[in-house]
């Protein structure tokens, strides 16, 4: 008999942890200083989209409260500050020939300089799913390739002409929501879906497969001109944010379960990873899809291939993956399998949050990084989002919420998941980001769903409440940082 061992656990020395949000979560502020709406403003407006019918239009007033959010940081003992910038507060109408906004600008400026006068690294993304509603209304958006591209690295150029003293950018955020949510299942803005119950328009067999690709290149454009114009004088990284969450089989001692893992971890994450780090899609997918799957040339897979410094990592769960039998329905996305929370012995995966697609399992954290490491040749990782909503969270009373320690339990596995991860498999992870700093506007969930560390009271004033998982993740990165 092996004795058992307690795994190693540590992290490097100069780790950055921090927080995370995103512009329309946040800011509010939908009109001030000139800013236009994006698909999100407008998708807020459709009847039934928003489960509480709320929108961005004031959120966390973050756009106002620049020095709380700051301060709210420093509480925290963050070294690091994940957002993003709100596209139509920059450039209103969204394109190349479109004006820029001064005021828009000059906010993230400022924030910037706050950010780093207060002793915090700012890691900036560039898109959180909020596009400019005029480029969706004038040219289809993501789905019209030239324009898009030509825009986003337009929007691009300003922000890294704008931020010299930001050192590290996310372009996208989550393509797979943008083109999943977004354009098959329709339950994100701009709603598309082949769904008419949901949408007039839509085609969920071929728009999301090339909402994805445009992205793709998208992102590899800005990437290049980040290398090419700024990298050389500003010394900054850049990369991609993607959502992936693993895998268990659901009949352990089924084969074709196990294989519908892989495929499941293929269709969700390496759609973007394998072209980032390869050059092509991966088999499976182009073998599922065919033709409806956008093939690269020769030009777009050279420029996409190596677009990455760094892996944005986020990752909130675990699932279960039972194969499906016969062919692919053409609507489909996950790659021909089930998504459950149950096993085949009807064992949960983990404890019921209030999100229904999120039951936390720390262990598939430590398994993904390992996983996504030996795939993409053991890259440098940032986590970019990490963390959980609870379940009945907004029906207690303040006091209640404030000892979150259903949030603080999943935030100690977590951490000490991808301790392990660094210290026993060798993967090369230097940042966590939590999600999120605040409460915010949890996309078609509304306000009913808390993912902040920090109780934000939406009904007085925004005052911000430091929960209890706010204070708590210093002690836990203190147990870890310089161990390794
Ligand atoms: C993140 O995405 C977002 O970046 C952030 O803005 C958000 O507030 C936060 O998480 C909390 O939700 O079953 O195939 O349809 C969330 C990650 C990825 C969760 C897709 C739901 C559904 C996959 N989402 N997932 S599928």
Known sequence: MVKDVAPKAGLPADFLWGFATAAYQIEGGATADGRRPSIWDTFCKIPGKIADGSSGDVACDSYHRMAQ???????????????????????????????????????YVKFVDDLLEAGIVPMVTLFHWDLPDELYKRYGGFMNKDEFVADFANYARVMFEALPKVKHWITFNEPFCSAVLGYSVGQFAPGHTSNRNK???????TEPWIVGHNILIAHATAVKIYREEFKP?????????????????????DGQDRIACERKLEFSICWFGDPVYFGKYPDS???????????????????????????????????????????????????NVDILLEDKSGKSIGPITQSPWLRPHAPGFRKLMKWLSDRYGRPKIYVTENGTSVKGENDLPKEEILEDE?????????VQAMAEA?????????????????????????????????YVDYENGQHRYPKKSALELKNIFDQYIGKV
Request: aromatic share 14%; with cysteine; hydrophobic share 30%.
């Open 422 to 454: 660094v210290a026993e498999d060798g993967c090369d992870c230097r940042g966590y980001m939590a999600w999120s700093l605040m409460d915010n506007f949890e996309w078609a969930e509304g306000y009913e769903t808390r993912f902040g560390v920090t």
């Open 233 to 253: 004088n500003n010394g900054g990284e850049i990369g991609i944010t993607l959502n992936g969450d693993w895998v268990e089989p659901w009949d352990p001692n």
């Open 69 to 107: 959010d700051i301060d709210l940081l420093n509480k925290t003992g963050a070294k690091a500050y994940r957002f993003s910038i709100s596209w139509s507060r920059v450039i209103p109408l969204g394109g190349r020939k479109d004006t820029v906004n001064k005021a828009g600008l000059q906010h």
């Open 285 to 335: 997918m182009v073998k599922q899809l065919g033709d409806r799957l956008p093939k690269f040339t020769e030009e777009e897979s050279a420029l996409v291939k190596g677009s990455n410094d760094f892996y944005g990592m986020n990752h909130y769960c675990a699932n279960y993956i039972r194969h499906r039998n016969g062919p692919a329905d053409p609507n489909d996305f996950a790659g």
């Open 199 to 205: 949408s007039p328009i839509g085609d969920s067999s």
């Open 406 to 414: 259903f949030r603080v339990e999943y935030f100690r596995t977590y």
